[in-house]
């Protein structure tokens, strides 16, 4: 079955710690995103990748990293410099834009929690 | 700067109402529009979606939405909602650049549908 894997689903650290989320698709997609989730805030947008090699900031990518070496694969490292970094986080994965629908998939999310 | 918004943050209605969620984007350029439904402790699910074509797009669960271009609007619409309708709606964008096959999706900060049985 063809989809995007976050793992873990649930996730703690203590403050002060760096903690890298994984988001895994094997849908063959060219662009991957990277979105946090909070309540009253919709979904906001930390990075996305339109290809291996290349990403780009977000609305609030502040504190945040990311890497895309492989097209599968676009990991998401929250540092210590995040101020509020406790969300839920959301990975998403859309085709290229070739006159076709690109509405994205998303994966399960994984909750962060740091104390 | 490029921003989808949403104005209702909560719409409480009574069921076989009408319900019309609006949403606006900011961009210039050629867009893809989405809404998201998430019902109560569950993921995101695409509802509809419009890239091209009749501007009225019809979705899942009696749903409906209509791309006003001139007005950079994507308003969901559904003629009588049910008990079941509550959860928070999403509008998505994905802007597409002209001269490049790349993209970005933002959303807009939800609204919050509640349903009076």
Request: charged share 20%.
């Amino acid at each position: 079955d063809g989809g995007i894997t976050q793992s873990p689903k649930y996730l703690f650290r203590k403050e002060g710690q760096n903690v890298t989320l994984s988001c895994e698709q094997n849908l063959n997609h060219d662009a991957m995103y990277w979105y946090r989730q909070d309540p009253g805030q919709g979904l906001r947008l930390i990075y996305y990748s339109q290809i291996v090699n290349d990403f780009q900031k977000g609305d609030i990518a502040e504190g945040y990293s990311v890497s895309r070496e492989k097209k599968e694969s676009f990991p998401l490292t929250v540092t210590s410099a995040q101020k509020n970094p406790t969300a839920f986080y959301l990975c998403a994965s859309t085709p290229r834009s070739t006159g076709g629908s690109t509405e994205a998939f998303f994966g399960q999310g994984t909750r962060l929690t740091v104390v | 700067a490029q921003s989808v918004s949403q104005h209702n943050h909560h719409v409480i209605l009574s069921e076989a109402a009408s319900l019309e969620l609006g949403c606006n984007y900011s961009y210039g350029g050629t867009v893809n529009l989405f809404w998201y439904v998430q019902y109560p402790g569950q993921h995101l699910q695409l509802l509809l979606k419009y890239f091209s074509g009749d501007p009225l797009v019809k979705g899942i669960k009696g749903f409906e939405a209509e791309f006003i271009k001139s007005k950079f609007s994507f308003n969901l619409r559904k003629p009588s909602v049910q008990w079941s309708d509550t959860a928070e709606y999403f509008c998505a964008v994905n802007l597409l650049p002209r001269y490049s096959s790349a993209s970005k999706i933002i959303f807009g900060s939800g609204t919050r549908l509640s349903i009076r049985p």
